[in-house]
């Protein structure tokens, strides 16, 4: 006669969702288990508005503070690009990046990024003009089903921004926090050089 | 009546290839084609690298809710009670259904018991956890061993195992007694799941009494008919749609719960509702690949021929499902003897996973026979082309061995474990393999209108293959114009039938069907346009988008302006002729073993590989270079771990479930034999099989021990090196 308890083990998500908030809020619980803390500067568990700024455009959103900023971003700015795969901060199909870093976004609280300049592969292209790695994608097929296309050409493009000419080493490197189940990864590599306009040997 | 008199009587031979088939053949070389078997480039690559390809996932839909699963925590156990009147009142919650009655039996963990749905998924996720299900737990199996063991209680319906039937030929005893070597070993490969990175999933929507849905699904007209009866609705009433998809290398070719609850919550609730599993649910519920264990006693003649081999394999497809694979693989042992017995444990069933069975079946012939090949002290591609069958279109090995030796530079390998003096060792080995493909299932609608428009329509699906690009390349390359003026349609049931794309059947399956109607459309063009120029038809051509002869040159547009009002529309079925079935391929690895840790680490594999015309060379080494990584984390990385006493799954994530990533990944050299005559067949299954062979075998080559086990993970590396050494030194 055991209760149903799939769930009661804490996973890494709902810990994040309860105490990763930094300064913002406290002992935010689940909400289906309670009272807010009445502590200082405390948010939710219910809706909060929430302001970001997202591929250059302020969106508001009205949010719990335990959505994370992969959540917010597409079921809330309606963004769907960057996908949710592993849902632990593995696999890197929800990379994005804020203020310079590639941040895997279903392991980052959207409420953390407020103020911050969030980019994701929505706003890559241009008036219709695909960013050159998003190009190279293309040329080399670095593609196959494409669900985790978008997070390795977030992750390309934060590589080239940090390495304008970067090494072999450097590529790979960058890269290896990305996972497909396809089996894309050496056409990554190619269009990652193509993009860097490295040879790739 | 007037209908059967335009039927066509049916062909002797259902293989014979039809008129059509003949006037619209696959141009041969030395014929040049402006698309066929070029490198271009599939045509949603925009929409993928920039995030507007629409995936079930990204599916929203005014007033969405979202429906989470309720699952069991338990492998084995009674339900005794569902309460869900707890959910019922959690904040946003609009439908809780039971989806199991109290009685019944859960039969593995996460097998589904109720579902809930509510105004976020953060809301039905709180939901959930509000069923409150009451369990009489009840005793379960999650070993192979366990189920086996006659001293076990009877867990399953049927039993825990299920004997299969008894495969022999020749005479087994005189091959043993002409065998000067015999080998006697068990070899065994583990259990992996899917790992589509697209969850299973759906998103419902009524209206009135008819259902759109759209689902991460490998056959949109499959998933259509079991969801119509699953909810015992007329099939003309549900509409599916996959406009793309997140991978499902098998797994998502049946409507499941992951598709039915959905459609039940929104006809209760009026409203569209999306469900997707999580990660941890993909794991439990969504498929996997069997297990297989082979013991294995094989003789070899003194002279390297194969003579006897015997057999008695088993494995588990979970809580109900088989586990076959074919043994031996490939390779001929004229007197042979196989008994299979499947085996249920307390876990989710199985579902076809990319080449169903062969790379197991591949592994333990594959490893075998480099044991043999020692014995006799051959060379092991010399030993294999001994006794390969013959050498046929569809069996080409022999050839490929040789051609990849050369290649590979195959003459550089040491003779087993001279692999050097340090603890980094490094070593070869091969492995061949073959798929049937083929395929029969696919209709094709084409409308060339006056504006110059044209679209071809299929409905087809894209796994992620390039099925989209592949549509709209034969419609181009046929009709003689560029493919950017090609519109293919896919993945709609209201889009002309297609089967389901698995066992590489899909290419096969369409691909005439587009080319006969893209041929035919093209000769009622070309009569039309003829027509209303004066000009013979028969004079007339298209190339690269240009109409051209009498005389004339016209832009397609201005041709097809002569159209009027009525634009062409063709509808064509699979005819016989096009397509084949049948691959072969043989693929090499070199690896470094590192001996003081046990790391394999692929240096290098090169993969030859047929699967008739190649349709599109750029998608077709995709598939190769695709199936080559699927098959390394076979060998090095995967398995799925249960745990023995609680029976749960111990890694159902992507942190403790590994899957290779950027430094995993070795140089892969891939090797398309286009063989045009033989038409289309289809690549996604075969060059997954005998990757995974090819490096145990280069452990093997490296270290001189033998690892009859999967996966190569450091610590039964390690295990093996030191059983080894305790061995020799003992």
Redesign the interface.
């Known amino acids: ?7 009661s083990a804490v996973s890494r998500r709902d810990f994040f969702k309860s105490v990763g908030v930094g300064g913002l809020a406290t002992g935010v619980l ?3 288990e309670a009272a807010p803390q009445a502590a200082p500067g405390a948010v939710g568990p219910g809706a909060v508005p929430v302001r970001l700024t997202i591929n250059g455009r302020p969106y508001n959103l009205h949010i ?1 503070p ?2 994370t900023l992969l ?1 917010a971003v ?2 809330h700015a ?11 901060g ?2 890197g ?1 929800c990379t994005m990046i804020v203020d310079g870093h590639t941040v895997y976004a279903c392991s980052t609280l959207a409420i953390e990024t407020v103020g911050k300049k969030i980019r ?3 706003g ?2 241009k008036d219709g003009q ?1 960013h050159k ?2 190009e190279a ?3 080399r ?1 670095a ?8 997070g390795f ?1 977030m992750a390309t493009v934060a590589l080239l921004e940090k390495f304008p000419s970067p090494t072999p080493t450097q590529i ?2 960058e ?15 190619e269009a990652a050089h193509q993009a860097a306009g490295v040879q790739h040997g | 009546m007037a209908n059967e008199t335009t039927q066509q009587p049916p062909a002797a031979n259902p293989n014979e290839p039809t008129a059509n088939a003949k006037k619209y053949a696959w141009a041969l070389p030395p014929a040049k084609t402006a698309i066929l078997s070029q490198r271009v ?2 045509v ?3 929409a ?8 079930t ?2 599916i ?1 839909r005014p007033g969405m809710l979202w429906a989470r699963a ?5 492998p084995h ?1 009674k339900i ?1 009670d569902i309460d869900l009147s707890a959910a019922k009142k ?2 946003g919650v609009r439908a809780v259904l039971a989806w199991r009655d109290p009685g019944a039996e859960v039969m593995y963990q996460g097998d589904v ?1 109720a579902a809930v749905a509510a105004d ?4 039905a ?13 009840l005793p379960f199996s999650v070993r192979e061993a366990t189920s086996m063991d006659a001293a076990t209680p009877k867990i399953f319906p049927n039993g825990n195992t299920r004997p299969g039937q008894t495969a022999e030929a020749g005479d087994l005893a005189a091959g043993f007694k002409a065998a000067a070597h015999i080998v006697e070993a068990t070899y065994d490969t583990q259990v992996i799941t899917h ?4 969850s299973h999933g759906a998103v419902c929507e009524w209206n009135g009494d008819k259902l759109t849905a759209w689902v991460s699904t490998q056959g949109v007209h499959a998933t259509r008919q079991q969801l119509a009866g699953a909810l015992k609705i007329p099939e003309a009433n549900v509409r599916v749609i996959c406009e ?4 499902g ?1 098998g797994s998502k070719v049946s409507a499941d719960a992951a598709v039915v609850i959905p459609a039940r919550l929104a006809l209760m609730t009026g409203t569209p509702v999306k469900l997707m599993l ?2 941890k649910e993909e794991h439990l519920d969504s498929g996997n690949r069997p297990s297989a264990f082979s013991k294995i006693r094989a003789g070899v003649t003194a002279d390297g021929k194969c003579v006897a081999f015997d057999a008695q394999t088993w494995g588990t497809g979970g809580a109900g499902q088989g586990a076959q694979f074919p043994l031996p693989y490939i390779y001929q042992f004229a007197n042979r003897k196989r008994s299979h017995l499947d085996v249920y444990i307390n876990a989710g069933n199985q579902r076809p996973m990319r080449a169903p069975g062969h790379p197991q079946g591949c592994f333990a012939t594959e490893v075998l026979m480099d044991e043999l090949a020692d014995l006799v002290k051959m060379e092991p591609i010399e030993f294999r082309l001994k006794n390969l069958p013959p050498t046929a279109p569809d069996a080409m090995w022999a050839e490929y061995y040789k051609i990849g030796a050369k290649k590979f530079g195959w003459n550089k390998r040491h003779a087993t474990g001279d692999g050097g003096k340090g603890h980094l060792k490094k070593g070869m080995g091969v492995s061949a393999c073959q798929w049937g493909g083929g395929g029969r299932a696919g209709n094709a609608h084409i409308d060339i209108f006056a504006d110059g428009s044209v679209v071809v329509k299929c409905g087809t699906q894209d ?4 099925t989209r690009t592949v549509v709209g390349g034969v419609a181009a390359d046929t009709l003689g114009i560029p493919l950017s003026m090609v519109k293919a349609e896919i993945g709609d049931t209201l889009l002309p039938f297609a089967g389901v794309s698995g066992g590489s059947t899909a290419t096969a399956g369409i691909t005439p069907a587009i080319r006969i109607a893209a041929g035919r459309a093209k000769d009622a063009f070309l009569a039309r346009v003829g027509a209303a120029t004066g000009i013979d038809p028969a004079k007339l051509t298209i190339a690269n988008g240009r109409v051209q002869g009498g005389g004339k040159s016209l832009s397609w547009k201005a041709a097809c302006k002569h159209l009027g009002q009525e634009p062409i529309s063709i509808d064509n079925a699979w005819e016989p002729g096009l397509s084949s079935v049948n691959t072969s391929g043989v693929q090499f690895a070199e690896v470094t073993v590192d001996t003081d840790t046990g790391i394999v680490k692929v240096d290098r594999v090169l993969a030859i590989q047929d699967c008739g015309l190649v349709i599109n060379k ?2 077709a ?2 598939q190769v ?6 098959s390394i984390n076979f060998a090095l990385f995967e398995d799925r771990i249960l745990d023995r006493r609680t029976g749960q799954m111990v890694n159902p ?3 403790h479930y590994l ?5 995993d ?1 070795p ?2 050299e891939v090797m398309l034999m286009n063989m045009p005559e033989r038409g289309v067949i289809g690549i996604g299954e075969p060059p997954t099989v005998p990757t995974a062979s090819a490096i145990a075998n280069a452990v093997r080559n490296a270290t001189g021990v033998t690892i009859r086990s999967l996966p190569l993970h450091p610590h039964r590396v390690l295990a093996a090196l030191e059983a080894h050494k305790a061995g020799r030194n003992a």
């Open positions: 006669m055991a209760q149903h308890d799939d769930e689940a909400a289906t719990e335990r959505v959540d597409r079921d309606l963004l769907t690009g960057n996908k949710r795969v592993c849902d632990r593995t696999c199909a994701t592969v929505d890559l292209a695909l790695v998003q994608f293309c040329d097929d593609m196959m089903c494409g669900f985790c296309t978008p050409v790979r490197h890269l290896n926090g990305n996972v497909c189940r396809c089996g894309t990864f050496n056409r990554v590599l | 480039e599939r949603d690559g925009p993928k690298v920039s995030g507007t390809a629409r995936y996932y990204d929203h309720v699952r069991s925590p338990h156990a005794v959690a904040p018991v976020s998924e953060d809301h996720r709180d939901a959930a956890r509000l069923v409150n299900v009451t369990y009489e737990t790992v589509c990175l697209e793309y998809m997140g991978g290398f999580d990660r796994l992620g293959t390039g750029l998608l080494e995709s270079y695709g199936g080559v990584i699927s994530n992507m942190e899957l290779a990533s950027m430094q990944i140089p892969v």
